[in-house]
């Protein structure tokens, strides 16, 4: 029985499963960010003994929300969540489990995922980008998560998009989407967008799919400004590293079908001919199970140790 986690800056996931990445049993929990790291990590000590249920398990993989030393399992920093700065993850989660202990950022474990058990299934090389509360990126290259010089993450949010340093992150982001609807339901309060977001306020990015289904335009306007942003990022990721797909993950991504398309509309126009044509564009298999899925694919590493 292998133990996965995933960290993130809006949820907690703890699931039992296999090292194919089949998952047996989850507990998924939200982040309350006002108490940190110190918070997230006692709700990992009250949770675990629950799931666990006085079993064993043989290795623990970890996704974790920010950049991470995936050598040592040492946490650099988190951009979401404060306190975890420094932290010893996999000697803490080793000291909590008995058990050997893998750490990696969760974009790279996402894309492990997606290129083992979901869209990237027989692709060589593989990059997902997640848009979530941050957006994040990761590459797999020969089966393996590509690592370059520690901390070694391939932080597709913190490129630049203009000399000004505006980052794709800024833009793209889930929090980023969600402040411009706001912004766009203060000015035009009598659209459709505007008052989904009034009437469930709180994380309004979720309300663009029911927007764009009845035609809003300030929906369509900012998932077309959305997508071309994106693609203008991800043009950088093709002329380095020529992926033989890109996938579409975390929380806008469920946006789904109208957000995959534009990108993939957006993106040749990015991209030197010689390149075309370009990586398809995929959207996540997994879903919400991607890190999850993907920690547990990465606890084999965490067995052999």
């Not at 997606?114 to 089966?143: D, I, K, M, Q, R």
């Not at 889930?174 to 411009?180: H, L, M, P």
């Not at 029911?210 to 693609?231: C, E, M, V, Y």
């Amino acid at each position: 029985m292998i133990l996965g986690i995933e960290i993130g800056g809006t949820k907690l996931q703890l699931v039992l499963g296999e090292a194919s990445g089949r998952i047996r049993q989850r507990r998924r929990l939200p982040v309350d960010v006002a108490r940190g790291a110190e918070g997230i990590r006692a709700v990992i000590e009250r949770e675990l003994p629950q799931l666990l249920r006085g079993r064993r398990v043989s290795a623990v993989g970890v996704g974790f929300g920010g950049p991470v030393d995936w050598r040592t399992g040492r946490v650099a920093r988190s951009h979401q969540i404060e306190g975890w700065s420094e932290f010893d993850l996999r000697g803490w989660l080793q000291a909590l489990t008995g058990a050997p202990v893998a750490v990696d950022n969760d974009a790279n474990v996402a894309a492990l995922a997606e290129a083992h058990c979901g869209a990237g299934v027989g692709l060589e090389p593989v990059f997902y980008v997640t848009l979530g509360s941050g957006v994040g990126g990761g590459l797999v290259l020969g089966g393996q998560i590509y690592h370059g010089a520690t901390p070694g993450e391939a932080e597709i949010g913190h490129v630049r998009l203009d000399r000004r340093g505006t980052i794709l992150e800024s833009r793209c982001s889930g929090w980023a989407v969600d402040a411009r609807i706001r912004r766009w339901a203060q000015e035009h309060p009598r659209s459709v967008l505007a008052q989904l977001a009034r009437r469930q306020p709180g994380h309004e990015a979720r309300h663009l799919v029911s927007a764009l289904r009845q035609g809003d335009p300030g929906a369509k306007r900012l998932l077309a400004d959305t997508a071309a942003t994106l693609a203008f990022g991800l043009s950088h990721v093709v002329h380095l590293f020529h992926p033989a797909v890109i996938v579409l993950g975390g929380g806008l991504a469920r946006v789904g079908e109208p957000l995959r398309r534009a990108v993939a509309d957006a993106l040749p126009r990015w991209v030197m001919r010689v390149f075309h044509p370009v990586p398809p564009i995929r959207l996540s298999r997994l879903g919400e199970d991607v890190v999850p899925v993907g920690a547990l694919l990465l606890a084999g590493t965490a067995g052999g140790r």
